[in-house]
C-alpha cells in the first residue's frame, strides 16, 4: 500500500510562487510516473503536470511555462513549483502516482491512470 501526502498549499497574491511536496510512504516509487491533478469547486479533476523517470515531463497547457515538476528519488518525493499563479489556479491540488507502473507518456494526463491519491492541499490565488 501507497500513501500519499501532500503538502506546501495556502494563499497568495496573484503573480506569486508556491512550491507544492508529495511525500510517498510504504513503498520506494523510483521512477513510477506520478502527477498533480487539481479540482476547483465545481469542476471536475483536471491534469497538472506528469513526470515519468527524472526527465519525462508532461504539462497541462493552462501551466506550461509557469509550472515545473521534479522528483527526488532518495526522498521518495515529488514537487509542483508553482510560479505567475492567477486566480484560475485556485483549486485543492492531488498528488498521483502510478504504481507499478502501467502508463504510457500520452496515458499520463488521464486521472485513471493512477492507482494512489494523497489528500490533497488548498492552493487559494487572491488579492
Known amino acids: 500500500q501507497v500513501q500519499l501526502v501532500e503538502s506546501g498549499g495556502g494563499l497568495v497574491q496573484p503573480g506569486g510562487s508556491l512550491s507544492l511536496s508529495c511525500v510517498a510512504s510504504?513503498?520506494?516509487?523510483?521512477?513510477?510516473?506520478m502527477a498533480w491533478f487539481r479540482q476547483a469547486p465545481g469542476q471536475e479533476r483536471e491534469f497538472v503536470a506528469a513526470?515519468?523517470?527524472?526527465?519525462?515531463?508532461y504539462y497541462a497547457d493552462s501551466v506550461k511555462g509557469r509550472f515545473t515538476i521534479s522528483r527526488d528519488n532518495a526522498k521518495n518525493t515529488v514537487y509542483l513549483q508553482m510560479n505567475d499563479l492567477k486566480p484560475e489556479d485556485t483549486a485543492v491540488y492531488y498528488c498521483?502516482?502510478?504504481?507499478?507502473?502501467?502508463?504510457?507518456?500520452?496515458?499520463?494526463?488521464?486521472?485513471?491512470?493512477?492507482?494512489?491519491w494523497g489528500q490533497g492541499t488548498q492552493v487559494t490565488v487572491s488579492s
Open positions: 498521483a502516482a502510478d504504481t507499478p507502473p502501467q502508463s504510457i507518456l500520452s496515458q499520463l494526463r488521464f486521472s485513471t491512470s493512477y492507482d494512489y
Open positions: 513526470v515519468r523517470m527524472t526527465t519525462n515531463k
Open positions: 510504504g513503498r520506494a516509487l523510483n521512477n513510477a510516473p
